[in-house]
Structures are given as structure tokens and as C-alpha cells.
């Protein structure tokens, strides 16, 4: 067996070990308190499982590393990858410090679903840009990747908390919040069942674009809603563009990826519509009951414990290695291009949080709340700018 194929097949086991450690840690939950032993017992087995998963992983991210001869960060599929490893590193450091199955219920699925996430982008391994021929790329990508996955359990810990005190009976501006929040991780499901979908079915439409005076080719593999702007449709029998990409999204790629993020909507919204029709009520009033076992205080010090450890380490990463690396790549610290703006914003948000947690008193819901909005910054920043925004970042 080459090392690719070994690269991919212990990614693929590392994911199905993650979830089935998510069903151990469900089993451990459902145990009653009078059987301890046993409810601790099997949340360890779902640790041990969680390991070897992790392990497993980084024998796909070192391997990976010999075959393309740097740190695997440099494209959507291996960072995301690797971001999705931080996530389950932290995990495993929270859960070995708490011990609470609770967690592993909640952030093993989350941190699977980007990993499956990262699966969706071109796994092919291509020689890296002159630009980005330097250590302090991996430098500064391993570190930012670090950081946004303690913060992750930060959003894991928020998103507990919310659902567990949120008065769920009753209709308010803050449980419709929550759920908005819960819609949008059924996004990333509806964009990973319907790429996975359309791959299978190996579709395919192709768009002739004028760019700069030439011809180049669009590949599509979604059915095109949102064409490229000024382009021509090449394949027969396949379905009509309902519009094309506004002008103001810039390169060739930009309808590609308006289309993409349009049909995670549709595929999202219709697996959250399934789940609401199979539960029969809002999905943070379902999940409400299994969290009555946590305690708040607990998941309030989980939150603040993450942000105070993972913001340093986003702040070395994203700001101060970042900078270094631009100067190196691009002749400057700083251009405000998009992603640099993000990562800016991202800083200050967390900073905030930190501010108003110790000088304010914003302890409990309000922090949930930062919380869970710091990690759709996050998310905004992974998501829109990379798929969406054209920038010097876009060669991810």
C-alpha cells in the first residue's frame, strides 16, 4: 500500500472512530447516577476510542507530510483537516480535566462534521505556490489552527449552556436565537450530504467565462443555480443557471462558490425541516432534557477556561506569526485583505470577551452568547471569505 492510500485511510478511520466514541459517550449519559461505575466506565472507553482516533489522524497528517514535503495546511482540505484535529486534541485535554460525557456528546460530533467538511474540498496533492514556500506558512497556519480549536470548546461549552438554561417552553427572541444557531450547523450537514450526493452521481456542468480578454473553463459539480458572470454553458442535459454571480464577486471561481454555499442552504434547510418533523419540536427544546445533568457552573468555567488559553494562541498565530509570514511572502505586514481583516476582527471580538468577562461581570448566558458568536466569526472567516471573497488567501 503506497502512502496515500495510507495518508486516506487513517483519516477515514480516525472519522468513524469519532463516531463511535460519540456513541459511547451517549451511552454514558443515559446511565443513571446509581450506576456510576458503570457510566464511568464506558465514558473512558469512549475516551480510549477517541485517542486511538486522534492517533490515527496524525498518522494521516505525517504521512501526508512525507508525501507532499511540508506541513499539510496549504490548501481548504488540509487545513480544515487539521483544524478539525485541533478540535478533538482540545477535547480530549478538557475531557480528561472534567470527565463529563456530556461534552463528548456534543463537540465529537461538531468536530467530526468539520473534518467530513474538509472532505468535500480536492484532496489532491499539489506542489505549493513560490509565495507560500516558507516554514513560517506552517508556522503561522499549525498555531492559528491551534488556537480556533480550543476556542472550539469554548462554543461547544456556550452552546451547553445556552440550551440547558434557556427557558425552552415558551417562544422568545433568545431561544429563536438558539436555534438559529443550531440551523446553521444543519448548513454544514445539508453542504457535506449535498456535494456528497452530486459526487457520487459524478456531475458535472461546464461554463465557458471572458476573463481579461480570454477564455477560461468553470467546472461545476452542483447542479449551476448561480453561473459565473458573463459565461457561456458548455454541457448538454444538465440544468440552466437561474442567474449569474454579481460583479462584484471577483474570479473565475466566484459562481462556483455562490453556487455552493446556495446549495448548502437548500440541502441544510431540508434536513433541519426533517429533524423538526421527526421531533415535533424545536431541536433545542428536544436537547434541552439531556443537559439537565450538567452542571452551569461548570460550562461557564469550560468557557472562560478555553478563551483564556486559545486566544494567546490565535493571537501568536493569527496576528503576530501572520504578520511575519506576510512580510516574507508579500513584502508587508499588513494589506488589509480580507482574510487579514478577519482574523483582525476575530482578535478583537475575543479580546472583548476576556474584557467584559473580568471587568464587567459577564458571566453565564451573556458569555454563552460571546461565546457562540466569537465561533461564527470563526466559522464566517473559514466559510464566506474563503469560498466567497476573492483575496490573496484564495489560493486555499
Not at 56 to 74: C, D, E, K, N
Not at 200 to 222: M, N
Not at 291 to 318: C, H, N, Q, W
Not at 367 to 375: D, K, P, Q, T, Y
Amino acid at each position: 500500500m503506497d502512502l496515500y492510500s495510507i495518508s486516506s485511510n487513517a483519516l477515514l478511520t480516525a472519522f468513524i472512530l469519532y463516531l463511535l466514541a460519540t456513541f459511547f459517550f451517549g451511552g454514558a449519559i443515559r446511565q443513571n447516577k446509581s450506576e456510576r461505575n458503570k457510566q464511568t466506565k464506558t465514558g473512558t472507553i469512549g475516551l480510549v476510542i477517541t485517542i486511538i482516533g486522534f492517533v490515527s489522524q496524525l498518522v494521516y497528517f505525517i504521512t501526508r507530510w512525507v508525501i507532499t514535503g511540508h506541513a499539510p495546511v496549504s490548501n481548504l482540505f488540509e487545513f480544515t483537516t487539521f483544524l478539525g484535529m485541533s478540535m478533538i486534541f482540545a477535547f480530549i485535554i478538557i475531557y480528561i480535566y472534567y470527565k463529563n460525557a456530556f461534552l463528548g456528546v456534543f463537540a465529537l460530533p461538531l468536530a467530526t462534521i468539520i473534518i467530513a467538511y474538509a472532505s468535500m474540498f480536492s484532496t489532491d496533492v499539489v506542489p505549493l505556490q513560490a509565495s507560500l514556500q516558507n516554514y513560517w506558512l506552517s508556522i503561522h497556519v499549525t498555531t492559528v489552527a491551534l488556537g480556533q480549536g480550543i476556542l472550539f470548546i469554548s462554543f461547544v461549552a456556550g452552546l451547553m449552556y445556552l440550551i440547558r438554561q434557556i427557558d425552552q417552553t415558551k417562544l422568545s427572541w433568545r431561544n429563536v436565537m438558539l436555534e438559529l444557531v443550531i440551523y446553521c450547523i444543519f448548513l454544514f450537514i445539508g453542504f457535506i450530504a449535498v456535494t456528497t450526493i452530486f459526487n457520487v452521481l459524478s456531475y458535472e456542468a461546464t461554463f465557458e467565462v471572458e476573463r481579461d480578454g480570454q477564455l477560461v473553463i468553470a467546472e461545476y459539480h452542483l447542479p449551476p443555480i448561480a453561473a459565473p458572470k458573463d459565461s457561456t454553458l458548455l454541457s448538454e442535459n444538465v440544468m440552466k443557471s437561474w442567474f449569474e454571480a454579481p460583479a462584484w464577486m471577483h474570479g473565475d471561481e466566484a459562481g462556483r462558490k455562490l453556487n455552493t454555499v446556495i446549495w448548502s442552504f437548500f440541502g441544510g434547510s431540508l434536513i433541519y425541516g426533517l429533524a423538526l418533523l421527526i421531533s415535533r419540536r424545536r431541536i433545542g427544546e428536544r436537547l434541552q432534557p439531556l443537559l439537565k445533568g450538567v452542571k452551569p457552573d461548570m460550562l461557564d468555567e469550560i468557557m472562560y477556561r478555553s478563551v483564556a488559553i486559545g486566544f494567546p494562541v490565535f493571537t501568536l498565530g493569527g496576528l503576530i506569526f501572520a504578520a511575519i509570514w506576510a512580510q516574507i511572502a508579500w513584502g508587508r505586514f499588513w494589506g488589509w485583505d480580507p482574510k487579514e481583516v478577519w482574523a483582525l476582527i476575530t482578535w478583537f471580538f475575543y479580546a472583548a470577551f476576556l474584557h467584559l468577562r473580568l471587568s464587567r461581570g459577564w458571566h453565564g448566558e451573556k458569555s454563552g452568547w460571546l461565546a457562540v458568536i466569537g465561533f461564527a466569526i470563526i466559522m464566517f472567516n473559514l466559510i464566506v471569505v474563503n469560498l466567497v471573497l476573492a483575496s490573496l488567501h484564495s489560493y486555499a
